[in-house]
């Protein structure tokens, strides 16, 4: 069943419990883009806020680390209040060991996940798919809002697909009513959107439009 996770990496950062409660009716989860300036060039916000958005959020978490070594920091965000409903996410460029961090999320009663930049190959990741409750697959180079989607990414997703039935397959970078129907057709079914969504007067009806673009 498709999920929708808005980023609230495009909402107004001075008036974050605001733009979660805009989403709460219409949406599944509430993604965090957390960047540590190194990984990827630009800087959000860390377990703090993570942990505050988790007090005022009625949706689950997915939280997004891009950010190096993340094997340093997960104990963080994992005393941040993250339960068994929330996914924890990390690149996995960025851990030689991705399987010990996998299995320490998992430990905790979270749900852990990877996630995959574009040009990371599908065997960089293959052997951790049945490892997940996630792999989150980027359609845009990570870092920034607003991108266009990169259709070829598709490829990944379907052969994830393919691996397993299971997992969760996210989508995030350049997810609107364009392109939606893309990523569905090729086997995801959690949609990161951004400035699609938080960019609109209207969140609530932007995410109406995202369902109805594939036909929900």
Avoid at 99 to 115: C, K
Avoid at 191 to 197: D, M, T
Wanted: net charge negative; charged share 20%.
């Amino acid at each position: 069943m498709l999920k929708i996770a808005p980023s609230l990496l495009s909402a107004d950062m001075a008036r974050l419990a605001e733009a979660v409660e805009s989403i709460a009716s219409s949406a599944d989860y509430v993604h965090c883009d957390v960047m540590d300036g190194h990984f990827v060039p630009n800087l959000t916000f860390g377990a703090p806020v993570v942990g505050a958005v988790k007090k005022v959020s009625s949706l689950p978490l997915d939280v997004h680390l891009m950010i190096e070594h993340p094997g340093r920091w997960i104990k963080d965000y994992l005393d941040a209040g993250l339960d068994s409903e929330d996914f924890l996410t990390f690149h996995v460029e960025a851990e030689f060991d991705p399987e010990a961090i996998i299995s320490r999320i998992r430990q905790t009663g979270v749900r852990p996940g990877i996630a995959i930049k574009p040009n990371t190959s599908f065997e960089q990741f293959e052997g951790l798919i049945e490892l997940v409750d996630q792999v989150l697959i980027m359609t845009v180079e990570p870092g920034f809002g607003g991108q266009k989607f990169m259709h070829d990414m598709l490829t990944k997703v379907k052969m994830t697909r393919q691996m397993s039935k299971l997992v969760v397959i996210g989508i995030d970078g350049g997810i609107d009513k364009n392109t939606a129907h893309l990523a569905v057709e090729a086997g995801a079914d959690l949609l990161i959107a951004g400035s699609a969504i938080f960019g609109h007067s209207d969140p609530q009806s932007a995410i109406a439009e995202i369902r109805r673009s594939i036909g929900e």
